[in-house]
């Protein structure tokens, strides 16, 4: 895996993906930007070499439909005031006024693209969506951690079509405290593991299973769990058609000795 830090930036159209998915009140204001903020060191990085940089995220589950309460534009402001710099926001993530916001830039701009799940083709891993997002930059780097284990196509499709792809200081970090929890953990090693979707993180748990002593289960994803127990959770969200899967992860961790 190639490192941010050792590829030429200079003079480049850098396409960073991050995850600032960040939590807003009734009013539309941000509530906590510290997603925003762990980004900052790779942007600051790349600005510092002399790209142009082109920042790509999601937010929420607007389902491949413009939902203007999902814009990314309140993101561009507190972006713009934790760089000190006048920020870009995009009217979307691909087309013709995109190449051209793109093809104007210069060295030390930033441009926010819209909301890349405006478009169906981010959570399909759309080949042809990942190659317009692809045709944006020279080189392409992820710094979204917390969405890697995603097949979209600005995470997974993009990298066979960028011309350099690499990962950013965040995702280095991340994969760093991760690998160092697996290889040489301390005992007993307890995962806890949250979220809304079990679907999306059933490679990953079963994996765990191989390394962990005990497991636990938060968030949304645990009613998915207890409903494939037996319980019934009444108007809980339950994701049905996991039910199964988390009786299996369940059974699986009994017969390794994992509580």
Excluded: W
């Amino acid at each position: 895996m190639n490192k941010i830090q050792d590829i030429d930036l200079s003079g480049k159209r850098v396409f960073i993906r991050v995850d600032v998915n960040v939590p807003f009140d009734q009013y539309q204001n941000i509530t906590d930007d510290s997603r925003i903020r762990a980004v900052l060191p790779t942007l600051n990085y790349a600005l510092d070499h002399d790209a142009k940089l082109i920042v790509a995220s999601h937010k929420a589950r607007p389902e491949g439909k413009v939902v203007p309460i999902h814009s990314l534009a309140p993101v561009a402001k507190r972006l713009g005031r934790l760089l000190k710099k006048d920020i870009k926001m995009a009217p979307d993530c691909i087309g013709p006024q995109v190449n051209e916001l793109v093809s104007n830039m210069k060295i030390g701009d930033v441009l926010l693209l819209e909301n890349l799940r405006f478009h169906q083709g981010e959570q399909e891993n759309d080949e042809a969506f990942a190659k317009q997002l692809a045709a944006l930059c020279d080189v392409y780097i992820n710094n979204a951690f917390a969405v890697s284990h995603r097949v979209n196509a600005s995470v997974e499709a993009i990298v066979k079509h960028a011309k350099i792809s690499g990962a950013g200081f965040l995702l280095q970090k991340e994969l760093d405290y991760f690998k160092r929890a697996m290889a040489d953990p301390s005992r007993p090693l307890v995962a806890i593991v949250g979220g809304a979707k079990v679907s999306s993180k059933l490679g990953a748990l079963e994996n765990m299973l191989h390394h962990v002593d005990k497991l636990i289960i938060g968030g949304a994803m645990a009613n998915t769990f207890l409903a494939s127990m037996g319980y019934d959770l009444g108007n809980s969200k339950i994701e049905k058609e996991a039910v199964k899967a988390a009786g299996l992860v369940i059974k699986k961790a009994k017969e390794k000795g994992i509580k």
